[in-house]
């Protein structure tokens, strides 16, 4: 059973960096897509960014290209969002998802997720 597990999310003042972390285990993910995505109260869960775990192919949300850089660590099972130059607007839950297959920015297409993790960014 796959499981993730976030941490990283603080407050931070804008133009600030986090940088998040999403532990990964019970299987092999050489053959899936790993994904970012954030959810402001009162809003739809949005993407952020994705990364395939065999390649390293990644795809990022406009509002984010540029700031925000996901990456992987195969030999700690760990994806990893480096998020630069925050904004208020960047404030919401994060969550690591998971699914087999090729990248995709759409949540409803993700397996597997992790319990969220807050980012709060002030101005």
């Known amino acids: 059973q796959v499981q993730l597990v976030e941490s990283g999310g603080g407050l931070v003042q804008a133009g600030g960096s986090l940088r998040l972390s999403c532990a990964a285990s019970?299987?092999?993910?050489?053959?899936?897509?790993m994904g970012w995505f954030r959810q402001a109260p009162g809003k739809e869960r949005e993407f952020v960014a994705a990364?395939?775990?065999?390649?390293?192919?990644?795809y990022y949300a406009d509002s984010v290209k540029g700031r925000f850089t996901i990456s992987r660590d195969s030999t700690k099972n760990t994806i990893y969002l480096q998020m630069n130059n925050l904004k208020p607007e960047d404030t919401g839950v994060y969550y690591c998802?998971?699914?087999?297959?090729?990248?995709?920015?759409?949540?409803?297409?993700?397996?597997?997720w992790g319990q969220g993790t807050q980012v709060t960014v002030s101005s």
């Open positions: 998802a998971a699914r087999r297959g090729y990248i995709s920015s759409t949540w409803i297409t993700y397996d597997n």
């Open positions: 019970g299987r092999t993910f050489s053959s899936y897509t």
């Open positions: 990364i395939t775990w065999s390649g390293g192919n990644t």
